[in-house]
């Protein structure tokens, strides 16, 4: 055993190890860096450095242990802090998803306008006698002929061109058409404009077709201007992502927008949409209430089974092991059984009861059946920790307590709480921090309703914060990750205000100390 | 560490490299085509491509399928500029966003290619006047009735209800017509329009911006068909679409709408393909259905992956070909969108019968207004709410329907600038 850990097979099983993390890392290094992700791409190269530095060297003992931990609390917690606070400033929503160069060459795309007949012609492509790529075009309507290249277009004559049987050319003097085959392993030809009249080309919209079109948009970098060359009117990046019309509404802009720092706007939208302001004080106390609610619910009835629990009785493991079940046992699948359970026409539970109420039509009673549910699935949890907590609570504590005359109440007032709260403060207040982003079953029980969506309502009677941020960040047909990221940023700082205030309450930190 | 060392280390790292290199999947050959598909559609095209793939000469077709059409969408959400398909296959009601957000390129087809489908169909993929994919199949619903039960199709609205109400205890009837398929709001449609509710009104193949439903005469129907006299509901038409399938399986809901990819599960339990729209309040008339289309995207991706003339090539020499969609839907099994697939022999009769049947009663699924929220909710929430409010809640049909009516003609209004 001493040899696995120690020899110098331990220490080729270390190169090897070492090697293939760094494979496999410099690996997405390339990846990340083709793909421009160059942030991404420095620090999984830090990571290799640190790695190999930290294990190829007697540098420090203590980060051989700390440096996976380091990076891997790096990449997945101030990472995506960092991320979501930066987005957070950001217009980043549909249609506003790309950079600026990105969305620019997307809006000279889709501002090519077929002419107004959508002309569309068959086509050849090869190469025209001066060796340019170029299009050999059959106007079958007007049976006429021509080789278009770049800037140019040659009329071919009938008589000269070879014909299939549908009067399509496939063959002209001065022409040498390429095959399908040779065009699919060289994509030059397929970006080129070739020349129709005037300000008109004929772009290639399939390998055999091809259709008119002008620039109906060109942009000048010097200016920052886009000008619709058919109307005239001239666009400008209006600050927030988007060209907008000189002069027009505010609704005329150019799709697709980009990416464009809009600084604090997502965080003054809380307080000044309306949408948004006017049920947020709402379901922000009911975060509160059912967050506080789900912990003490869960807590005094895991710890009153517990407590029936850590006396001998006959039975005892059975009643342990059935109690954990609603642990055990998946939390969607939980949920998700409730919600059928909770129907108001097929639920066993108004079958049951013989009943016919509609559980999740009504505020106070959806409300009830989320609190219900969320102990249901809460409750195991506490029960194990205090049975643990209890066995840890000193029994010559309790026994001089007796012999003193306390009463089991007053002993467990006085004694068993007090100690059970200095041990569970932390794992109390991180309850409390998970049930106020309980996501999952606000949106598998409820989808945070009942909601008044007739009366334009936006926030249901059971939505928390994290889903009426989904709500109204997440909508059928915008996804607005600006404004989710300013949210979240708030409800970071509320719950990590509440967990340091709570913890310095409970003096759980100092204890540690 | 000595050099020794950091040689075996070199040479194990180079050795981890290449075997890693040669295990991972590396970017996009520069002529193959890669398609994204949910796992009902991809598993179809992985298929038909295994078993012909020159739909494009000199290109490679790839099908990456996705676990669901979740999944996919979420994938599709996270491409870029650098990442992505070529081609997407999806529902419809992607397009808006997509194609706002500069993920989709247009595409153009010619006259003769348009001619292969029903013009109605191109507004389903198409935003700010560009076309963005080719229709490639038909997503529709039908009613069925289950024969065990009723001998003859209904005529309207009314008889069904009065069936039900005839044999409700006697056949221990749970619900008189149910949604299986598609959702309150999506599948649900019939019966909202089969009342006199529609969203929006086409006409001449173009929308009606004019239109705006009757919240009197669909408040009326209500109260007469859905309710008791003391405003509840008389139990035909449950206000969710819970338990549905099971429910008509089990011979306890004599009719049901039912989606197009649902035909299978009915026949192989021994039902008939005994499908129509949901007959409307007058006999003779029906509820108009969405007879929407899922289509096969070009992504903007395709440009930069140097693929946009393979991918443009395969869109209209495999989908919206009548010998690509009929080997396709052979297997998918949804009526095909292109008009020569839809007579083929190859195409099943109940395919078929959802053509028919919304060839009797459909209208286009637009985004543009079904997922506008301009007047506080859109139509997939607003229309669930409806029958939530009424049927559940006891609250006044035709208060609610007023403020419905509102609520779509706004939608539609604000709706029209993405057409």
Redesign the interface.
Same mark, same amino acid.
């Given at each position: 055993m001493s040899g696995f850990v120690r020899g110098k097979f331990a220490f080729g099983l270390k /190169?090897?190890l070492? *090697?293939?993390t760094?494979? +496999?890392l410099? =690996?997405l290094t390339e990846s990340a860096y083709?793909?421009?992700e160059y942030l991404i791409g420095t620090f999984i190269l830090i990571a290799i450095l640190a790695l190999?530095f930290t294990y190829?060297?007697k540098y420090s003992i203590p980060l051989k242990f700390f440096v996976p931990g380091i990076l891997f609390f790096f990449a997945f917690v101030i990472a995506p802090i960092l991320y979501t606070g930066t987005m957070s400033v950001y217009k980043y929503q549909?249609?506003?998803? /790309?950079?600026k160069p *990105?969305?620019i060459e997307? +809006?000279l795309? =889709?501002g090519a306008q077929?002419d107004a007949a959508?002309t569309?012609f068959d086509i050849v492509v090869g190469k025209n006698s001066a060796n340019q790529y170029a299009i050999l075009v059959s106007d079958i309507t007007n049976n006429k002929y021509f080789i278009s290249a770049k800037t140019s277009r040659t009329p071919v004559p009938v008589s000269e061109v070879k014909l299939n049987a549908d009067k399509v050319a496939i063959s002209a003097p001065g022409f040498k058409p390429i095959?399908?085959?040779?065009?699919?392993?060289n994509?030059s030809y397929?970006n080129i404009r070739y020349f129709y009249e005037g300000k008109y080309y004929i772009?290639?919209?399939?390998?055999?077709?091809g259709?008119v079109f002008t620039q109906g948009l060109s942009y000048s970098e010097s200016t920052g201007i886009m000008t619709n060359l058919l109307t005239g009117d001239k666009y400008k990046d209006n600050g927030k992502g988007n060209f907008a019309k000189i002069g027009g509404t505010r609704?005329q802009i150019l799709?697709?927008g980009w990416r464009a720092p809009v600084w604090f706007q997502n965080y003054t939208r809380l307080v000044t949409d309306n949408r948004i302001r006017t049920p947020l004080i709402g379901v922000f106390i009911w975060t509160i209430f059912f967050a506080g609610f789900s912990v003490l619910s869960t807590f005094a009835f895991g710890l009153l089974l517990a407590m029936a629990l850590n006396r001998r009785m006959r039975g005892r493991k059975v009643y342990r092991s059935i109690l954990i079940l609603p642990y055990a046992m998946p939390s969607i699948m939980s949920i998700l059984i409730w919600a059928?359970m909770f129907?108001?026409?097929?639920g066993a539970i108004n079958s049951i009861l013989h009943t016919n109420i509609?559980w999740f039509?009504?505020a106070s009673l959806a409300r009830g059946a989320v609190l219900l549910v969320n102990l249901w699935l809460g409750f195991p949890y506490f029960y194990l920790i205090c049975s643990g907590a209890l066995q840890a609570i000193p029994s010559e504590l309790l026994e001089a307590a007796a012999i003193d005359g306390a009463n089991p109440r007053q002993v467990f007032r006085k004694i068993t709480l007090p100690l059970l709260l200095q041990i569970l403060s932390p794992l109390l207040i991180a309850s409390f921090a998970f049930n106020f982003n309980n996501f999952n079953l606000i949106y598998l029980l409820t989808g945070g309703g009942?909601?008044?969506?007739?009366?334009?309502h936006v926030a249901g009677a059971t939505d928390i914060l994290i889903s009426y941020t989904y709500q109204i960040a997440f909508?059928?047909?915008?996804?607005d990750f600006g404004l989710a990221s300013a949210i979240s940023v708030l409800i970071f700082i509320l719950i990590g205000s509440i967990s340091i205030f709570g913890l310095r309450r409970t003096k759980v930190l100092e204890t540690f100390e | 560490m000595n050099r020794k060392r950091l040689g075996v280390l070199g040479a194990l790292t180079a050795a981890a490299l290449a075997v890693t290199v040669a295990v991972v999947p590396g970017a996009h050959a520069a002529n193959e085509i890669v398609i994204w598909a949910d796992e009902t559609r991809g598993p179809h095209l992985t298929s038909v491509f295994a078993a012909k793939g020159d739909w494009v000469p000199g290109y490679t077709i790839k099908v990456v399928t996705f676990s669901s059409y979740d999944a996919l969408g979420a994938a599709f959400d996270k491409t870029s500029g650098t990442t992505g398909p070529d081609i997407l296959v999806a529902g419809n009601d992607w397009v808006v966003a997509s194609a706002k957000s500069g993920k989709l390129a247009p595409v153009t087809l010619t006259a003769g290619q348009k001619s292969h489908f029903t013009p109605s169909q191109f507004y389903d993929l198409s935003y700010q006047g560009k076309l963005y994919g080719i229709p490639v199949d038909i997503n529709n619903v039908s009613m069925i009735y289950n024969t065990k039960l009723v001998k003859t199709a209904p005529t309207s609205f009314g008889d069904m209800v009065n069936f039900y109400k005839a044999n409700k205890t006697a056949l221990g009837l749970k619900a008189g017509l149910c949604i299986s398929g598609g959702g309150m709001a999506w599948g649900g449609l019939s019966v909202f329009s089969a009342l006199g509710a529609n969203p929006y009104q086409m006409y001449n193949g173009r929308p009606n911006y004019h239109y705006t439903f009757d919240p009197a005469v669909f408040a009326s129907n209500v109260k007469t068909y859905l309710l008791d006299a003391n405003g509840k509901s008389n139990g035909f038409y449950p206000a969710t679409d819970t338990g549905c399938m099971d429910n008509f399986l089990a011979g306890t809901v004599p009719y049901s709408v039912i989606g197009n990819w649902h035909w299978k599960t009915f026949v192989d339990k021994g039902f008939a393909m005994n499908l129509m729209p949901v007959p409307g309040a007058k006999a003779g008339t029906y509820g108009q259905m969405f007879g929407s289309v899922s289509g096969a995207f070009l992504t903007a991706y395709a440009e930069k992956h140097g693929v946009a003339v393979g991918a443009k090539s395969l869109l209209v020499n495999f989908f919206a070909s009548t010998a690509g969609q009929v080997a396709y839907e052979a297997l998918e099994g949804r009526p095909p969108a292109e008009k020569g697939a839809q007579s083929s022999p190859l195409v099943s009769d109940a395919q078929k019968g959802f053509g028919q049947a919304a060839g009797l009663s459909s209208m286009p699924q637009i985004g543009a207004f079904l997922g506008n929220n301009s007047g506080g909710a859109n139509y997939w929430d607003s229309s669930g709410a409806y029958w939530t409010a009424v049927l559940v809640n006891g609250k006044d049909p035709l208060v609610e329907a007023k403020k419905l009516s509102k609520m779509w003609a706004k939608n539609v209004a604000a709706g029209k600038g993405d057409l």
């Open positions: /190169l090897v070492l *090697a293939i760094t494979a +496999v410099a =690996l083709a793909q421009k190999n190829l060297t549909t249609g506003n998803y /790309l950079s *990105a969305a997307q +809006v795309i =889709l077929p959508g569309t095959s399908l085959n040779v065009l699919a392993s994509n397929a772009s290639i919209e399939s390998e055999t077709v259709a609704d799709s697709p059928g129907d108001s026409q097929f509609a039509s009504d009942p909601r008044d969506t007739l009366d334009g909508g059928k047909n915008i996804q | -």
